[in-house]
């Protein structure tokens, strides 16, 4: 019999399949089982995957699997005979940074997977205590799995279920992607193409059996697993977004210098709405991460205007230069902020106006002129004259100027420290952070204890931080 945190329709523990003998259940899904099993020839920890989708299959009192009548049968001998077609392929797969399929075989009227056992800690766990990651650490996690997602791809599968919980750390620090039980193959077509939704790491192509999905759509996912390692929180569900974007931009949610404009950029690129505009392979993406995304892509997340006006590559460019030499906060602050409006590709914007322009507000003006809608233009413009006349720049790249000495004249050193340390307690080294983040628009210091509490997820643990910071706080 299952025991209460185990689905009543796993194999109980001790059921020997073939040389495998179960010990728990990993994790279930829509189409299957995962066990954590022993190989008795080997003597070693194995996960086990069963395809069981419960939507056309049953299990019955002999252990064997079921197929439902009718449509419902002719379903599930057609996924039996792709999961067997999957598992056969996977296995030929040997990347370190992709969980090793060792074998598969047919048993109980449906099929088996054995995969490596990863020991180790999901990515959610590993993180907690090591937030806010930097850029160098970030890509050493995201730079392997993105050469084994790679590897998928070039064998035309995609992976269509990366999400924090399907990415394990070793205790080596190197990352593994979990879980192929949701791959296809792409040649399979469209038409046979199901729905697979992780709210917030799956793109909108898969809410639907008829999506156009190709590697654009991992990178969705992977853009959104990058997301939440940068600010905390996974990215709104893809549905959400399709009459109105609601979601918060990495380079305004992250901070640029701990993270790196161009990588806070790559973000916003790989999860834009629509396919057509995202990265269309890992190469791209793995080209804007760095700051050099290719010419191609420019094309595609540039207005026509921009490409045909200002875009031009290296040796197109015109010898003839302005003189004027510009700060590089100055431009590190442009091309950030342009980069909310026309993607990775504002890094080589500015670079090229910079070349002609004869003066800071010529330059403003050329980079501006990229930016399709009239009233964005005239904000940007605006923005960017009020932070120069002000005498300091406001935007991320210059956070560790502008936005800092805000912060100070609001508040003291002491409070935002205490605030640091109280909330440190909940969720770890991010503290400092969210603090950081909250104080840029608190006005007040119970404010500030307001905004940092939402970070706290037990509601009682909540109510009662912000009653006791509050209250410490009309003492001081």
Known sequence: MAT???????????????????????????????????????????????????????????SSVQPLGGEAGESFQWGLQRFLDEARTLASFHHPNIVRVMR??????????????????PLSDWISA???????????????????????????????????????????????????????????????????????????????????????????SFGGVLYWMVTGSKPPEAAARVHEDVMVPAVRAGFA??????????????????????????????????????????????????????????????????????DPVLLKWLETE?????????????????KKAVSV???CRAVAAEIGDEKEQAAFIKRFTASEQSGRLTGPASEGVSRDESISRKFADQTLRQAETSLAQYIGAIAKLVVKRAAAKARDEAELYLLIADEIKDANERKAFVRKAITASRKR
């Open 257 to 326: 210098g701990v993270h790196g404009p161009e990588l806070l950029a790559a973000i916003d690129w790989a999860l834009k709405p629509h396919e057509a505009e995202r990265p269309q392979n890992v190469d791209e993406f793995r080209r804007a991460l760095a700051g050099e995304p290719p010419a191609a892509a420019f094309e595609r997340t540039v207005p026509e205007s921009a490409v045909s006006r200002n875009v031009v590559s290296p040796a197109q460019a015109p010898s003839r230069q302005s003189g004027v030499v510009f």
């Open 104 to 121: 598969f075989f047919e048993a109980n009227c449906t099929g088996y997977m054995v995969m490596e056992f990863v020991n180790g800690k």
């Open 4 to 62: 209460a945190a185990e689905p009543a329709n796993a194999l109980p523990r001790g059921y020997a399949l073939n040389e495998y003998t179960i010990e728990s259940v990993l994790g279930a899904g829509g189409f299957g089982m995962t066990y954590l099993a022993t190989d008795a020839n080997l003597n070693r920890k194995v996960a086990l995957k069963e395809y069981l989708p419960g939507e056309f299959a049953s299990r019955n009192p002999d």
């Open 130 to 220: 090591r937030r806010p990651l930097s850029r160098q650490p970030l890509l050493r996690i995201i730079e392997p799995l993105l050469d084994g997602l790679e590897v998928i791809h070039n064998a035309g599968y995609l992976h269509r279920d990366i999400k924090p919980a399907n990415i394990y750390i070793r205790g080596d620090g190197s990352p593994v992607l979990l879980d192929f039980g949701s791959a296809r193959h792409l040649t399979s077509g469209d038409q046979e193409m199901t729905a697979i939704v992780t709210p917030g790491y799956a793109p909108l192509e898969q809410y639907h059996s008829h999506g156009k999905q190709g590697p654009w759509s991992d990178i969705y």
């Open 361 to 363: 507000d010529t330059l």
């Open 338 to 354: 342009l980069a909310k409006h026309i993607g990775p590709i504002s890094a080589v914007v500015v670079k090229n106006a910079a």
